[in-house]
């Protein structure tokens, strides 16, 4: 196993201590989730940074990456969710777009056109890294300041709505023509 794939691994090794730190009662559990959550960011940043330095991106990494993406993100939501933080429609917004983005990207794949994320789809990435950290640290920890975390979540919603529109209106052509769909 190289360092990269170490890093992708660690990073979902991380969302059971998260999901325990935010859903469980105990003095500093915030701090605590916010540790966790950074670290594990940290994790999706080094990984392709190490990757590409040491020449060392492999299938399996590609395979991994975008899914411990997804189930730190959905985690962290999910928790926020039962903790009053996140509206439920947004987070369906934000994860629905996650999965219909795989979908799609699956189905361009089998078709030999490999969709790279978008600058809109990397900025969604940035914006709901900070904006789950925000919230997860919430009014306790930032004040009056917790608010960027709800305007935050309407950047999330906005970016990955207009991201999903760009794949599709620039991949779908090639991608979902007549005979994918039957």
């Known amino acids: 196993m190289n360092l990269p794939i170490f890093l992708t691994l660690l990073r979902i090794l991380f969302i059971p201590g998260l999901v325990v730190a935010l859903l469980t009662e105990f003095t500093g559990k915030e701090l605590t989730a916010f540790i966790i959550f950074v670290l594990a960011a940290l994790t999706d940043s080094l990984d392709g940074i190490v990757a590409r330095r040491r020449k060392q991106i492999t299938a399996l990494g590609k395979l991994l990456d975008p899914i411990a993406d997804k189930l730190l993100i959905a985690s962290a939501l999910i928790c926020l969710i039962q903790l009053g933080a996140v509206s439920a429609w947004m ?69 990955a709505w207009m991201s999903a529109l760009e794949y599709y209106i620039k991949y779908g052509p090639l991608v979902l023509s007549k005979e994918t769909l039957e």
């Open 91 to 159: 987070v369906v917004i934000i994860l629905g777009r996650e999965i219909a983005v795989t979908g799609f990207r699956a189905i361009a794949s089998s078709k030999g056109v490999i969709i790279s994320a978008s600058r809109i789809a990397k900025l969604k990435m940035l914006f709901e890294t900070i904006t789950i950290g925000i919230l997860i640290l919430g009014e306790k920890y930032l004040g009056s300041f917790s608010i960027l975390g709800q305007i935050g979540l309407w950047i999330v919603v906005f970016t």
